[in-house]
């Protein structure tokens, strides 16, 4: 008996001192490396210097400077977005992604920093506003690929015609070009369009009531798992600033409308 519980007192005194030298060796972020997509405005994007801007780089920088790290932006391909961050690219994902189910597997999420409407747009002479499943039948409707709307449309959309494109942009551009009937997509970003160069072409049609399953609680950025203290830090850093106004004075610089209203 004696030994029995000698080697039970052995192996909690090991497993004491493996989680103390776990809690020693996390890291103490002094530098952070985020990942963006840089081709879904006003979130993020890329402009004709080559320099990232959108209200994700603001508000992201602000959250930086918040925690008191460096920064530095990367931009990717959204496809290969997560693997990149999996990869060790960068170290944190500020790109427009919602926190879904499916994602969650694979990352972990910080606090939300946006919940937004999803809609249809079309072009002007379209009269309907009906964008049910039947009513679509057969249409062709224009998506972002590995979103959440591609998710949508391949759900419920199974009788039209979907065609997933690697950047919204290209979406809109075959909307305007006459090569889609709708576009399924965030709203705020849509709205970037249609009051630039989708104006003359094309309207807003509807929005869709959100599926948590495939759209998740909001709009937040993405660590791996094992991140624990940096998803920690942004989470923080997240509920403080829309506490003391910082992300209100950024989101009003880039939108009209309240991004975390529900």
Not at 88 to 100: E, F, H, L, S
Not at 128 to 137: F, H, R
Not at 161 to 189: H, M, S, V, W
């Amino acid at each position: 008996m004696r030994r029995i519980v000698t080697i039970a007192a052995v192996a909690a005194a090991a497993m004491l001192a493996g989680a103390g030298f776990a809690q020693a060796q996390q890291k103490e972020w002094k530098e952070v490396r985020i990942g963006t997509e840089g081709a879904y405005p006003p979130w993020n994007n890329l402009n004709s210097k080559g320099q990232l801007e959108g209200f994700e780089i603001d508000f992201g920088n602000a959250l930086c400077e918040k925690m008191k790290v460096k920064c530095t932006w990367v931009a990717q391909d959204w496809d290969g977005i997560i693997p990149a961050l999996l990869a060790g690219k960068y170290d944190v994902i500020m790109a427009g992604m919602n926190a879904t189910e499916e994602r969650a597997k694979k990352v972990d999420f910080t606090a939300v920093y946006s919940r937004t409407p999803i809609s249809f747009i079309a072009a002007k002479s379209v009269t309907s506003t009906d964008v049910s499943p039947a009513a679509l039948k057969g249409k062709a409707i224009g998506g972002q690929g590995s979103t959440i709307h591609a998710n949508y449309l391949e759900k419920y959309y199974k009788d039209s015609q979907i065609k997933l494109y690697p950047t919204q942009e290209e979406a809109n551009l075959d909307l305007k070009n006459g090569r889609l009937d709708y576009i399924l997509a965030d709203k705020l970003a849509l709205i970037d369009f249609i009051e630039g160069q989708g104006k003359d072409c094309c309207k807003f049609v509807a929005d869709i009531k959100r599926d948590p399953p495939i759209h998740g609680p909001g709009v937040a950025a993405a660590v791996r798992k094992e991140d624990t203290a940096l998803k920690a830090m942004f989470s923080k850093a997240i509920e403080e600033s829309i506490k003391d106004g910082t992300h209100k004075k950024i989101m009003d610089k880039y939108f009209k409308v309240n991004i975390l209203a529900d």
